[in-house]
Nanobody, 115 residues
Framework: QVQLVESGGGLVQPAGSLRLSCAAS????????MRWYRQAPGKERELVAY????????NYADSVKGRFTISRDNAKNTVYLQMNSLKPEDTAVYYC????????WGRGTQVTVSS
């Protein structure tokens, strides 16, 4: 059974940091591109960050460049999103996505940035 389970979300003050994790199982993790998306209330889901299968290629939305870092550990079947200098506009549900032969989604984790 394929699973993508996000964790690490929560409430954080502006300028704070969070590290999201996404644990994958049920498919060959190392052959899948991994992505983080987010969806804020009333807005469309947007791509936040992308990482290639070996971890050497990454890309970010302009809104998070320089603040967020995506990484992966293929030995642990896990992808991470380190989020620094968080802003209220980063508040959203963050979703893990795996893209390869098939496409899989996690259920999301809520990130709220507020004082």
């Amino acid at each position: 059974q394929v699973q993508l389970v996000e964790s690490g979300g929560g409430l954080v003050q502006p300028a704070g940091s969070l590290r999201l994790s996404c644990a994958a199982s049920g498919f060959t993790f190392g052959t899948y591109v991994m992505r983080w998306y987010r969806q804020a209330p009333g807005k469309e889901r947007e791509l936040v960050a992308y990482i290639g299968t070996a971890g050497g290629r990454t890309n970010y939305a302009d809104s998070v460049k320089g603040r967020f870092t995506i990484s992966r550990d293929n030995a642990k079947n896990t992808v991470y999103l380190q989020m620094n200098s968080l802003k209220p506009e980063d508040t959203a549900v963050y979703y893990c996505n795996a893209l390869g032969v098939y496409e899989y989604w996690g259920r999301g984790t809520q990130v709220t940035v507020s004082s």
